[in-house]
């Protein structure tokens, strides 16, 4: 999930600075317009639909374990890499069109980047179909799994039996990391959601045609633009509040740095 954020900063929101300031045209060399032009918006969608997969492991491992916590895991150790691998794949399958529908234009001596979703698939394609079926697969039925996933470890920490005199010092530990993990966890997805479901609720006003484009909406349209691209940056600062393995490993970087340059 780590790599698949940063992908949002790299290429996303470079393209989305430019696109406020230059009002959609690409200063850049021609060289490298059309390579962008495709892999902008392609490597933007991978990162959230590879985060969101991510998100349903974890959540599908902390269930596993807190539930039946006697079984087998339910994600395996030795299965991780093909987990990984495979929300890779499905995310850019599913993300592969822009690599056809974006394309340059040019106007008024200035080049952009548009979307040409009839001309790359026919006239029963559109750019609202697919977007309706982006957000409904990787963002509406992940939201509403997730929910159930953490409600359902929810009860089950506040019904299990809290550690007696009887119980071992390792049981509490083990108690207590999980809780820390499913805190962690619903922290992200809650970030998830604050920043996600305010565009999404704007795309679907929009394609209603229940709101004109006035300078604030306008404003609050961009604002709530900027709010997707920046869940990949709030993420760490979750971890580093809610993990005290994160802020070590941070100290221990920090040294480590400060040693090299002394």
Not at 8 to 19: D, G, K, N, Q, V
Not at 71 to 95: G, Q
Not at 135 to 142: C, D, E
Not at 145 to 161: H, R, V
Request: with cysteine; charged share 10%; aromatic share 16%.
């Amino acid at each position: 999930m780590a790599m698949s954020d940063l992908l949002l900063p790299i290429f996303w929101l470079p393209w989305r600075l430019s696109e406020l300031h230059y009002d959609n045209s690409w200063p850049i060399g021609d060289q490298f317009r059309q390579a962008l032009c495709k892999i902008v918006l392609f490597f933007g969608h991978v990162s959230i639909a590879v985060s969101v997969q991510n998100l349903i492991l974890i959540a599908v491992d902390r269930f596993g374990a807190m539930v039946f916590p006697l079984r087998s895991p339910l994600i395996r150790s030795k299965l991780s890499p093909f987990f990984i691998l495979a929300t890779w794949i499905v995310a850019v399958a599913f993300s592969s069109s822009y690599l056809f529908v974006f394309d340059l234009f040019k106007y008024q001596g200035q080049t952009g980047c548009v979307e040409r979703w009839k001309k790359a698939f026919g006239e029963s394609s559109t750019f609202t179909g697919f977007t309706v079926a982006f957000f409904i697969v990787f963002i509406y039925l992940p939201v509403l799994l997730l929910a159930i996933l953490y409600s359902i470890i929810l009860i089950k920490l506040k019904t299990q039996a809290h550690p007696g005199e009887q119980s071992t010092n390792t049981q509490q530990q083990r108690d207590r990391r999980n809780r820390n993990v499913v805190q962690l966890s619903i922290a992200i997805v809650t970030v998830f959601v604050l920043c996600w479901l305010p565009y999404t609720t704007n795309f679907f006003i929009i394609q209603a045609g229940s709101m004109h484009f006035s300078c604030g909406f306008r404003l609050y349209f961009d604002v709530t633009l900027c709010m997707t691209s920046s869940y990949c940056a709030i993420n760490p600062l979750i971890c580093f509040i809610f993990s005290s393995n994160y802020r070590q490993g941070l100290k221990r970087l920090i040294n480590s740095s400060t040693v090299v340059q002394t």
